[in-house]
């Protein structure tokens, strides 16, 4: 019979939890090139680290919901749950009338999307009648500054 | 690369990945069993998706899981033994919505999530009527969105009968004004898994009609607008493209909660740009309403400050004089009447 003790079980969580985030550093390089450009590896890594754990706030635990919530990260600022120009982004993750972590988040997936495309499509007419753009401008951060990471070592607070 | 298409391969690779339990978890369920869905999309009167509707499912044992629609309309419910269920929109007037069809969802709505994680129902207050006290900018429409009613079912309310004798329109109040909010009515329906329900939410969307007039009077028609929308809850709107028609008017389909209209009309060295403060047009029967309505048609009276003043007084009596109505410099009841009938409200 094999017995295999709970250290042991944590052992190989904590095994398959690293490569879990390796794969999402790998991601970023692929997919986010130029947000990662100036990161070295740790420093990747280490958004990677901080942003599963602020993804652990909001209840989200499978690697689907994980991946889902980096990809937000990357484009909307390593901060965006706790950036009061994004509260909107905060109420889709807490709201108490939706049941379920991860529907909470697949709704902030689909209204981020649509909202990108929505200010793509009002810059496009404002433009065509001369207009100067939103002021308000909610972009992703790939067509603005990317928002230093400012709150790495705060995270208390939920 | 562009944003769009990353965001496109951001997902993809969020989908490939499992949607089980995370990766700092060793164990692993038993093969799933399969599970079935209840979809519902809520449609305003316009047939168009509404969002932020919560949506509420309910089991024989009581227990309930809660949503949202997106702004697709929809709200999926997944992890579902076979069967029926009591669907609410629960934070709804029963007289607010009510059911348009169903149609089967693809492969029957089956699927192999995770059970759905039925919870209690929060304890909620027994329901209760109120009175509100209207500010400026405030009108039953409004408040209909707001507290979830139909807007009618709150007009129409015997306690607002005094309201009704008093204001003929119930898209012009005065602030101080009291409402009666009624306790709302609870109500559900039987749906069954396998099949996607369409609801109706009624009083949604509201309706903007804003006419453009040159100095002559006549109508500023097959103009190039562009309708830009603030609301209440700041959600963010789609900007409308249109032409005015032959009579001058921009006709355009808006949330409830636009608080105010941004509305660019023509292209070039002939552009004029006009912000709308919706819901703030005072009844008739007050200085301020009258105020409003002499500006609006190019009679300046300044600000609406509910006061008889000079510069209004002049505005009247220029009015009166393009009107041929006698030249009182005081809002009479012909001069009322006017008014009434060249701004439309």
């Known amino acids: 019979m094999l017995t295999i003790s709970a250290a042991q079980v944590e052992a190989l969580g904590e095994v398959e939890r690293l490569r879990f985030v390796e794969s999402m550093c790998l991601h970023l390089r692929n997919v986010f090139p130029k947000i990662v450009a100036s990161l070295d590896d740790q420093a990747v890594k280490c958004r990677v680290e901080y942003t599963l754990r602020r993804a652990a706030v909001f209840g989200l635990s499978s690697r689907q919901d994980l991946c889902r919530y980096l990809n937000l990260a990357a484009l909307f600022g390593w901060d965006f749950d706790r950036n009061p120009h994004r509260a909107w982004m905060r109420h889709y993750l807490t709201d108490e009338q939706v049941s379920r972590p991860s529907e909470r988040l697949a709704r902030l997936v689909k209204e981020s999307a649509f909202r990108n495309k929505l200010q793509e499509k009002n810059r496009a007419l404002r433009e065509e009648f001369g207009q100067d753009e939103d002021p308000l401008d909610d972009s992703m951060s790939e067509f603005a500054p990317h928002a230093p990471l400012t709150l790495l070592d705060k995270e208390s607070d939920t | ?345």
């Open chain 2, 1 to 345: 690369m562009s944003g769009a298409s990353s965001w496109e391969s951001a997902e993809q690779k969020a989908q490939a990945e499992s949607a089980e339990q995370g990766p700092s978890d060793g164990t692993q369920e038993c093969p799933l069993k399969e599970r079935h869905a209840v979809e519902v999309v809520v449609k305003g009167m316009d047939d168009q998706p509404v969002a932020e509707v919560a949506v509420q499912l309910q089991n024989d044992a009581h227990l309930v899981l809660r949503a949202k629609t997106s702004r697709d309309g929809v709200v999926q419910f997944g992890g579902l033994d076979e069967g029926t269920y009591r669907l609410s929109l629960w934070e709804l007037d029963g007289d607010a919505w009510e059911m348009t069809g169903d149609k089967r969802l693809p492969l029957g709505g089956r699927n192999q999530e995770k059970p759905a994680p039925w919870t209690s129902p929060p304890n909620a207050p027994p329901a209760q009527g109120f009175t509100h006290r209207i500010v400026q900018g405030e009108c039953v429409a409004q408040l209909g969105y707001r507290y979830g009613f139909f807007p009618e079912t709150i007009w129409d309310h015997p306690r607002n009968r005094a309201l009704r004798a008093e204001r003929s329109n119930l898209h012009i109040l005065q602030p101080d004004d009291f409402v009666f909010i009624p306790a709302k009515k609870p109500r559900d329906i039987a749906v069954r898994t396998g099949l996607r329900t369409t609801l109706l939410r009624k009083g949604v969307p509201e309706e903007l009609n804003v006419r453009f007039l040159r100095d002559d009077d006549s109508p500023r028609a097959d103009e190039p607008f562009l309708l830009s929308i603030t609301t209440a809850s700041g959600a963010l709107v789609s900007d409308i493209k249109g032409t005015t028609d032959a009579r001058g008017f921009v006709h355009a389909s808006i949330p409830p909660d636009a608080t105010v209209a941004h509305i660019v009309l023509g292209k070039g060295s002939r552009q004029e740009v006009f912000e709308l403060d919706l819901g703030y047009v005072n009844p008739i029967d007050s200085i301020a309403g009258v105020q409003a309505r002499l500006n609006a048609l190019g009679y300046p009276c300044g600000n609406e400050d509910n006061e008889l003043g000079e510069r209004t007084g002049q505005a009247l009596r220029t009015f009166q004089q393009d009107r041929g109505l006698e030249v009182t410099g005081k809002p009479d009841e012909p001069t009322k009447k006017k008014l009434l009938e060249v701004s439309l409200s």
